[in-house]
């Protein structure tokens, strides 16, 4: 069974920074790139960055650029979204997503089996 | 990036009604589409993925046609379980981006 789930998050003031975890099992988590989602309380979906299988192609959305990173760690199954520089505007549920395809990074992505998210919230 | 526009944002049906949302690209898309269901609370749920396959385990009720810029998605004969908000979402190209969702209630 597929499982992905999300840890880290909590209340942190304007400028602070966050680490994001997500623990993978029940598929080869080396072979499918990784996604995060975040949805701000009572909105839509947005859509925040990717990285491949092997770590070494990532897509970060315009908002999230040069504020956070995405790594992951195939020892450990793990994949993390290191967020700096934070704002209000970032207060949202943040979702792991594992993609569907093997596919080259980019080309297709449809993301198959999302975390239960993990709320962060930035406020002085 | 590519804009998503999803209609209605909100529709009201009964048990047993056919239910369509519909999905446009702003640009070509081909069949790189994806529909997902939210519940309260809950995360999204893929149901529907390249336009028109369905996602294992998900009832064949629900189904997706369309392809270039402009989508359909369908639930045939409505359930109580089916009431939630429905996202599409186009898969072809970063950033991937979603519309804005329709949520659907039981009447």
């Known amino acids: 069974e597929v499982r992905v789930v999300e840890s880290g998050g909590g209340l942190v003031q304007p400028g602070e920074s966050l680490r994001l975890s997500c623990s993978a099992s029940g598929f080869i988590f080396s072979e499918y790139a990784m996604h995060w989602v975040r949805q701000a309380p009572g909105k839509g979906l947005e859509y925040v960055s990717a990285l491949s299988g092997g770590g070494d192609d990532t897509f970060y959305a315009d908002s999230v650029k040069g504020r956070f990173i995405t790594s992951r760690d195939n020892t450990r199954n793990t994949l993390y979204l290191q967020m700096s520089g934070l704002r209000a505007d970032d207060t949202a549920v943040y979702y792991c997503?594992?993609?569907?395809?093997?596919?080259?990074?980019?080309?297709?992505?449809?993301?198959?089996?999302w975390g239960q998210g993990t709320l962060i919230s930035v406020s002085s | 990036d590519i804009q998503m526009t999803q209609s209605p944002s909100s529709v009201s049906a009964s048990v047993g009604d056919r239910v369509t949302i519909t999905c446009r690209a702003s640009?070509?898309?081909?069949?790189?589409l994806d529909w997902y269901q939210q519940k309260p609370g809950k995360a999204p749920k893929l149901l529907i993925f390249h336009a028109s396959k369905l996602q294992s385990g998900v009832p064949s009720r629900f189904s997706g046609t369309g392809s270039g810029t402009d989508f359909i998605f369908t639930i045939n004969s409505l359930q109580p379980e089916d009431s939630a908000t429905y996202y599409c979402q186009q898969a072809g190209r970063f950033p991937l981006t979603f519309g804005g969702g329709t949520k659907v209630e039981i009447k």
């Open positions: 640009q070509v898309i081909y069949s790189w």
């Open positions: 997503v594992k993609d569907k395809e093997r596919a080259i990074f980019g080309v297709i992505s449809t993301l198959e089996y």
